[in-house]
């Protein structure tokens, strides 16, 4: 059953009446009192247009205003008649910013300076633990090498020839075995431990900086610090085979951290996950003896 238009009470506000078209209430609603008109009510009228500022021009639609027609641009990100030079930007493309170093858990990270002058401190002391303990097994080595390669250089100087026929000692290789094999046991004691439990060795102390996981500041562990120690120690067990040439494996670990400028780590960071922070300098405090 449909309800034929006409004014109603209003069912949200018996107080009130509104106009019923036959689907919907139309309209504001009126006093239930009052005398409502014969037919809907009617339709507000339009809002007045905004005043127009004192002194501005009053232009019609599709009516130029006075003055020079702006230039027509070109959108953005086009490129110019005559192209780009290079290395330029087209216009409205983003320009690079460099990103400063991340600072891992709130730290700086340290140098390469801090961090060259840490490895040459533990270099000078596994120096010196190796003359201790793997001191006589160079003295053997040493012994059994020099007269070696004296006797290659003599044959050289006399037939202008390189002697690659003749019989190396047969004690050297094995002492030069034993020699890398005493220097790779002292270098993981010295390091390993260190690193695994405080993050620093004896030069990473004086330096100040520490070695820190990268999602968190726990101790690093035993096997952490060991893959943070083997791609460094690893090339030299090819001591015996290809001499010094283990320090070029050594050197393109090391050269990723010049390479990489903002997170400073090197290939043995990489490997095991970790940073090297700088340590905040001690708060000092001044004592002063009361008068």
Not at 43 to 65: D, L, N, S
Not at 222 to 228: L, Q
């Amino acid at each position: 059953m449909t309800i034929s238009p006409g004014w109603y009470k209003d069912p949200a506000d018996p107080s009130t009446q509104r106009y019923w078209d036959g689907e919907g209430w139309l309209g504001a609603s009126l006093p239930a009192d009052a005398t409502p008109p014969d037919g809907p009510p009617a339709a507000p009228p339009p809002p007045p247009p905004p005043p127009v500022p004192v002194g501005q021009p009053v232009h019609k639609v599709g009516e130029a205003g006075p003055g020079p027609v702006p230039p027509v641009l070109p959108p953005a990100g086009g490129m110019p008649p005559g192209g780009l030079p290079p290395g330029a930007i087209p216009r409205g493309w983003p320009h690079p910013v460099p990103q400063p170093p991340v600072r891992p858990h709130g730290m700086p990270l340290a140098t390469p300076g801090a961090r060259l002058v840490a490895r040459i401190v533990d270099t000078i002391a596994l120096v010196l633990l190796n003359v201790v303990v793997n001191g006589w097994f160079i003295y053997l080595f040493l012994r059994e090498y020099i007269p070696f390669t004296q006797a290659i250089t003599d044959k050289w100087m006399e037939t202008g020839e390189l002697p690659l026929d003749m019989e190396r000692p047969a004690q050297m290789d094995a002492l030069l075995l034993v020699i890398i094999l005493i220097a790779l046991a002292l270098w993981f004691a010295y390091e390993v431990p260190a690193t695994a439990h405080t993050g620093q060795t004896l030069g990473k102390r004086l330096a100040r900086i520490k070695v820190v996981r990268v999602e968190n500041l726990d101790p690093l562990g035993v096997g952490r610090a060991w893959r943070r120690w083997s791609p460094l120690a690893m090339p030299l067990l090819l001591l015996s085979c290809c001499g010094p040439c283990f320090v070029i494996l050594q050197f393109v670990d090391v050269i990723f951290l010049l390479i990489d400028r903002q997170q400073r780590m090197a290939w043995h960071d990489r490997s095991a996950g970790t940073y090297v922070v700088r340590l905040p300098d001690p708060v000092r405090t001044d004592k002063r003896s009361a008068s």
